[in-house]
């Protein structure tokens, strides 16, 4: 079945600086990858995804690209602002036992200073 | 505006005790599923349902059951079989099968042991 890993599990960052945070699958046949963002206390939110017919989508600070190849794809966030603050999920399809599901990474918390 | 409600968003289980988690969706969705996230360990899933009376068991399921009477409700009982219930619990939906599309959540439950 598929295996998503996720890195950082951390990230600090100052106000107005970039962060990037990185995801591998392990399915060559997966072909969607959605980004989710949870605020303490509350469901994640998607914030963005791509499918494996681009290499990157962007939406206003957040950009996500996908490399089918080395089998990665990556959340960009631009000038970081405090609200940005927040736990960050990537997911893959499932497949074999999993066919019909998201597979999640363990989640990267993001920590912007003012 | 069309979301999902899950209730209560605090429970607290007493020992030998069954509690049940509420999940509504009003989006009209046909897939409805149910996860358990813990500290450090990313969203696992416990249950899934794809219609109507049909659910199926995902990776952590022992300790839990579920129904699927109504395409709007799927309900989460942690039974006592479950030892170490405390945990924030998740439900989300989708369109069709939920590999190749997002998936909504709700704000969740978390539940302690008294």
């Known amino acids: 079945g598929e295996n998503v890993e996720q890195h950082p599990s951390t990230l600090s960052v100052q106000e107005g600086d970039s962060a990037v945070i990185k995801c591998t699958y392990s399915?060559?046949?997966?072909?969607?990858f959605p980004w989710y963002k949870q605020e303490l206390g509350k469901g994640p939110q998607l914030i963005i995804d791509?499918?494996?017919?681009?290499g990157e989508k962007k939406d206003q600070r957040i950009a996500v690209t996908l490399n089918k190849t080395a089998k990665h794809f990556s959340l960009h966030i631009t000038e970081t602002q405090p609200e940005d603050s927040a736990v960050y999920f990537c997911?893959?399809?499932?497949?074999?036992?999993?066919?019909?599901?998201?597979?999640f990474g363990k989640g990267t918390k993001l920590s912007v200073k003012p | 505006d069309g979301g999902i409600t899950q209730s209560p968003k605090y429970l607290f289980r007493k020992e030998g005790q069954n509690v049940t988690l509420s999940c509504e969706q009003n989006l009209n969705h046909d897939a409805m599923y149910w996860y358990r996230q813990d500290p450090g360990q990313g969203l696992r899933l416990i249950y899934y349902s794809q219609i109507v009376n049909d659910f199926q068991k995902g990776d952590i399921a022992e300790g839990y059951s579920v129904s699927r009477e109504k395409k709007e409700s799927f309900p989460l009982t942690v039974t006592s079989a479950q030892k170490n219930p405390t945990a924030f619990y998740l439900c989300?939906?989708?369109?069709?099968?939920?590999?190749?599309?997002?998936?909504?959540f709700g704000d969740g439950t978390r539940l302690s042991i008294l």
């Open positions: 791509i499918r494996s017919n681009v």
């Open positions: 989300a939906s989708t369109t069709g099968p939920g590999g190749n599309q997002p998936q909504h």
């Open positions: 997911a893959a399809p499932g497949y074999g036992g999993s066919q019909g599901n998201l597979i």
């Open positions: 399915d060559s046949a997966s072909n969607y």
